[in-house]
């Protein structure tokens, strides 16, 4: 399966301080990825690969883009709660049997491998904890200053951002598209209804369901709200974004329907972070999607050593507390591997449900999902907009909840 040969890289081999620990490295300090490498840092030689310095608390990147200084505590240099790991700031670019290069030309040896490269990154300038600050402040400021958002925004947290705080666009249209029944998407067409109560709102979503992170019966819960504002759902069917011009209102769907709408929202997913993998020894472990194809526990198919976490993987479901599932069930069987334990005592992951997932409903209600329950209404919207879960998230790394 080799296909780079190590020598043909023009690197700094890191032979990682030796000592009987066998090394360990961890691509991606997502959720996934920086839970793993807490969990292993005392059980082996761990180095941790991130395209930079700090983790982020995703789920609160919304509530940033409005209110600044919340991003203080939701951004959390690597080395704060990692002690015993070595970080390196630079994306990985290329992998063979044996060892990670990253794109300042270091390579990294490794026994295991760990592939947690999530979606990928929109904010690619924002290596330093202090650019990602600064960028939340501009977006705040963008946000308070523009009169004239673009016509079309593309998916990410931005698109919520500019609906809350200069609805300009929204405001001056009488018809909105949103396309995509993801979080992003029924967030923003929730946010549209309420605040915009007499607006024709539709959301078009390829699949059967909306929210498929969620179970179905948070599906049906939030498909129930939005048609109760009014929100017109299209399910089954989607729109080719790339065939939309700048400036169109008339849109044809897959099974041929029109629709018009004075604006449109592009609300469709990120693609996965694995470009980096497309010309490497994992090539063909890479399904259309760009996701690497795993086994039950959690190992890229076909291998030994290689382990793959969190949004990039194809196992089911994709969400927060999904990858933190899958980060322990990895961090189970690699200490079992470290140890020499049997192949057939490894781990099988089995997703559950059971950590709350919240969608905002507009600013004062959600739907939560709980292992018991799926709740709708008030108080699950109070949490979520109260605190964002990151007291919590602080709490996973090991931190306390408010910094110092
Ligand atoms: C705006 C937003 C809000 C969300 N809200 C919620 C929520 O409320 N509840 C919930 O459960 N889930 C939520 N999610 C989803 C949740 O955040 C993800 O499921 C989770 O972050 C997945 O973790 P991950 O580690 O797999 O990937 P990611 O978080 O995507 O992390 C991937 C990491 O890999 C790094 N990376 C990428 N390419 C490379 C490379 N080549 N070399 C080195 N490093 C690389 C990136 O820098 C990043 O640090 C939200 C996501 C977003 C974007």
Redesign the pocket.
């Known amino acids: 399966m080799q296909k780079n040969s190590p020598s043909m890289w023009i690197a700094t081999r890191e032979m990682e301080a030796g000592g009987s620990n066998r090394r360990v490295v961890v691509?991606?300090?997502?959720?996934?990825?920086?839970?793993l490498a807490k969990r292993l840092q005392f059980d082996a030689n761990v180095v941790l690969?991130?395209?930079?310095e700090y983790?982020?608390?995703?789920?609160?990147?919304?509530r940033c883009m409005v209110e600044p200084s919340f991003a203080d505590r939701t951004l959390i240099p690597h080395t704060d709660y990692l002690a015993n790991c070595r970080v390196t700031s630079?994306?990985?670019?290329d992998v063979t049997d044996t060892e990670v290069l990253?794109?300042e030309g270091r390579s990294f040896v490794y026994d295991y491998l760990v592939i947690?490269?999530?979606?990928?990154?929109?904010h690619c300038a924002t290596k330093t904890r202090k650019q990602r600050l600064e960028q939340f402040h501009q977006g705040s400021n963008f946000i308070a200053t523009s009169r004239s958002p673009p016509t079309n925004l593309s998916l990410?947290?931005n698109v919520?951002m500019v609906s809350i705080a200069d609805n300009e666009r929204i405001r001056s249209s009488s018809s909105v598209l949103i396309i995509g029944g993801g979080?992003?998407g029924v967030e923003l067409a929730a946010e549209i209804a309420v605040d915009f109560p007499g607006k024709k709102v539709t959301l078009v979503h390829e699949s059967s369901r909306l929210l498929q992170?969620l179970g179905p019966n948070a599906s049906q819960k939030v498909l129930k709200w939005l048609k109760s504002k009014g929100v017109d759902v299209v399910l089954d069917q989607s729109i080719d974004v790339e065939s939309i011009a700048e400036g169109d209102t008339s849109f044809t769907t897959s099974s041929g329907a029109r629709i018009t709408a004075a604006c449109h929202f592009r609300c469709v997913g990120?693609p996965m972070?694995?470009?980096?993998l497309n010309k490497t020894v994992l090539n063909d472990k890479l399904d259309r999607f760009g996701r690497l194809a795993v086994d039950a526990n959690l190992r890229v198919r076909g291998t030994k050593n290689i382990f793959a976490?969190?949004?990039?993987?194809d196992a089911a479901g994709?969400?927060?507390?999904?990858?933190h599932q899958?980060?322990a069930v990895a961090a189970k069987n690699l200490k079992l591997l470290l140890k020499g334990g049997r192949e057939e005592k490894l781990a099988m992951y089995k997703p559950s449900y059971s950590?709350p997932?919240?969608?905002s409903l507009g600013r004062r209600q959600a739907v939560v999902q709980l292992s018991f329950a799926t709740i709708k209404g008030h108080i699950p919207g109070w949490l979520?907009s109260k605190d964002?879960?990151v007291a919590w998230n602080r709490r996973q790394m090991g931190l306390e909840s408010e910094t110092n």
């Open positions: 691509v991606g300090g997502g959720l996934a990825g920086a839970l690969i991130d395209s930079k983790y982020e608390i995703r789920r609160a990147s919304s630079s994306p990985a670019i990253t794109a947690a490269t999530g979606h990928a990154v929109e990410d947290f919520l979080r992003t992170v990120r972070g694995s470009s980096w976490i969190g949004d990039i993987t994709r969400s927060g507390s999904l990858a899958h980060a950590s997932a919240v969608v979520q964002s879960y």
